[in-house]
């Protein structure tokens, strides 16, 4: 018997519906419900969905089953996925894994925040002024951005917690932990989010709020912010360009189909954004027609949305208890199935290099990510090092790693065609030329573009008017710091064959090669 056919088979998913509930609940998070709306709001409410949805056809579905091709052809978490098509690609892989790192230990902390705020909820512990509940009685925040003087343990027990229950749905593997774990959340999250909508809707003000929201205005469809903040929407709500589709589609079985699955869960991903969006802006309806003002005065979004808008709505609204405790239950699984999709991704890689058994993986980078959260995020500057992280990394780093990506596979590899071959092979849509336009032209302009306006914007002014010398460290040193150990763990690899399963073992192989049965 050969060494390769003694080794272990690489997990897969039980069923298509379980692959499919894990990328829908990769997809939506916490964007879905507190950015998304605000976006639309703010380019041309109902008119933003016509460059939302050419976004989703030209740059989300296309993404998706680039990733989709990726994973289940290679068999293999991004770095080593990526090797096999060419093997300084690796580095864009490891890149990836510390995305997912950075990106781990920011939305555990705010997962944690909802998950003592449902608590608070029952008797609306915020009084009359949520904003600085927040700030000075829950996070203790310093005046003083990056100056760490108190622990807060009112933050630190609900991490742990955060963290405990995501790395024992980890330990269980991909089918009897993730696939079982999203089966589960996410026809939940689905159920608590109608109930929160119909609730939504029969509250006074609901209609000047959706008006607020869907009335297009057509004249913004001629600027190109517009267009770009679509594009933005898609790419960051989608879980694609940090490796985390790459690893889920890994599992697929070899006969997968993969443009239906990716059109299946952009458009349920896109959807829930939706819902999200009506049952934010009806609320923000009543709370404007409450405070006798425009919804214009009252629509935030993000940690405002969620920490100090919705606190103050769920206070001044009938039976508020038994809606806050819905509205963050909601943002705990929704957030729940995402942060367990990123650390995944870590966990995969460090398997298929060092041929770790999955628990003694799981709890070795769990560790080290759920330490570092605790370290960053359970002080009194947790805030501002959550604030800036959040920002450079999404800039910076999954957008620019996805650029990357996409001009290395489209024009420096030429892969697309040999890809799409790949997934035509078992797909039951058929790509055409559109899907290599998409990826090798519209964009990567798109990104291109939203890289130097972003830049612009750094330029002219300090990122929520931070120091210079705290967005240095805080902020452009961590998405440096992420490409930077990216490139040292490709060179560190470089001259080590991979310790992953036979599928994906780290040999020559071609992207033209027929898909093997499974």
Known sequence: MSTKAAQPQREQWG???????????????????????????????????????????TAGIPLLILEYTIGRKYRSSPPGALRKLAKPAEAIGWWQVAICFVVATYYAAILAWAVRYTGFSFDQAWGDDPEGFLNNDFLKLN??????????PGVAWPLVAVWVLTLVVLA????????????????????????????ALTLDGAAEGLNALFTPDWG???????????????????????????????????????????????????????????????????????AGVGVADVTSSGVG?????????????????????????????????????????????????????????????????ALVSLLLFANDSGLYFLDTADHFINQYGIALAGLVLLITVSWGLRKLPALQRNADATSSVGLGRWW??????????????????????????????????????????????????????????????????????????SADSPERSA
Not at 143 to 152: A, D, K, M, R, Y
Not at 248 to 268: E, I, T
């Open 436 to 509: 290599r336009i998409c990826l090798g032209v519209i964009t990567p302009l798109v990104l291109t573009w939203m890289m130097v306006d972003s830049l612009r914007h750094e330029l002219d002014e300090n990122y929520g008017g931070y120091s210079t010398d705290f967005l240095l460290w805080a902020g452009w040193g961590v998405a440096g710091g992420a490409l930077l150990v990216g490139v040292v763990l490709a060179l560190l690899f470089r001259r080590r064959p991979a310790a992953d399963h036979p599928e994906s073992a780290d040999r020559p192989e």
């Open 220 to 290: 913004a469809l001629s600027e190109g912010s517009v267009w770009v903040a679509a594009y933005g929407q898609i790419f960051f709500s989608l879980s694609v360009g940090f490796g985390i589709m790459i690893t889920y589609a890994s599992y697929l079985h070899r006969k997968s189909d993969l443009s239906g699955s990716a059109m299946v869960a952009a458009f349920a991903n896109s959807s829930f954004e939706i819902l999200a969006g009506v049952a934010v802006f009806a609320t923000l309806g009543f709370m404007a027609q409450a």
């Open 143 to 152: 005046e003083t951005p990056g100056e760490v003087s108190t622990f807060v």
């Open 15 to 57: 069923s298509r519906l379980g692959f499919l509930m894990a990328a829908i609940g990769s997809a939506i998070g916490l964007g879905n419900i507190w950015r998304f709306p605000a976006v639309t709001y703010e380019h041309g409410g109902g008119a933003f969905l016509i460059p939302y949805l050419a976004a989703l056809l």
């Open 172 to 199: 269980f593997g991909v089918r009897r932990g993730i696939e079982r774990a999203n089966i589960v959340f996410i026809p939940l999250l689905v159920g608590f989010f109608l109930v929160l909508v119909v609730r």
């Open 305 to 369: 949305l969620a920490f100090v808008a919705f606190p103050q709505i769920i206070s001044e609204m009938p039976m508020g208890a038994l809606f806050g405790v819905l509205f963050f239950v909601s943002l705990v699984i929704a957030g729940l199935t995402s942060l367990i999709s990123i650390v995944q991704v870590i966990v995969a890689a460090v398997q298929d290099r060092t041929g770790l058994a999955r628990v003694p993986a799981v709890l070795g980078v769990g560790g080290a990510v």
